[in-house]
């Protein structure tokens, strides 16, 4: 078993940042990828980035150039920058194991216009 601890979510205006971190418990020693995952209302969930225990590094398109996800053994963190309104979603934090994925109670980003 893995337990997920995401915090840093909140309400910004466009063109503002935020840092989302999660903590991972448990387990640990069978985690391989971590990542970020988010869900628009209406929309399905998509990644935004994952990482590999080694580093390696996975962005989605559309955050590109202004998302930054970065690992500290089994912490992982999201420093999101010019956030856009686009970019309002649940964004959980998944945790992969051999067996299974583990995923975070998610925690909600709303960015204004």
């Known amino acids: 078993q893995v337990q997920l601890v995401e915090s840093g979510g909140g309400l910004v205006q466009a063109g503002e940042s935020l840092r989302l971190s999660c903590a991972a418990s448990?387990?640990?020693?069978?985690?391989?990828?971590m990542g970020w995952y988010r869900q628009a209302p209406g929309k399905q969930r998509e990644l935004v980035a994952d990482?590999?225990?080694?580093?390696t590094t996975n962005y989605a398109d559309s955050v590109k150039g202004r998302f930054t996800i970065s690992r500290d053994k089994n912490t992982i963190y999201l420093q999101m920058n010019n956030l856009k309104p686009e970019d309002t979603a649940v964004y959980s934090c998944?945790?992969?194991?051999?067996?299974?994925?583990?995923w975070g109670q998610g925690t909600q980003v709303t960015v204004s216009s």
């Open positions: 990482i590999t225990s080694g580093g």
């Open positions: 998944m945790a992969r194991l051999p067996i299974k994925p583990y």
């Open positions: 448990g387990m640990i020693f069978s985690i391989g990828v």
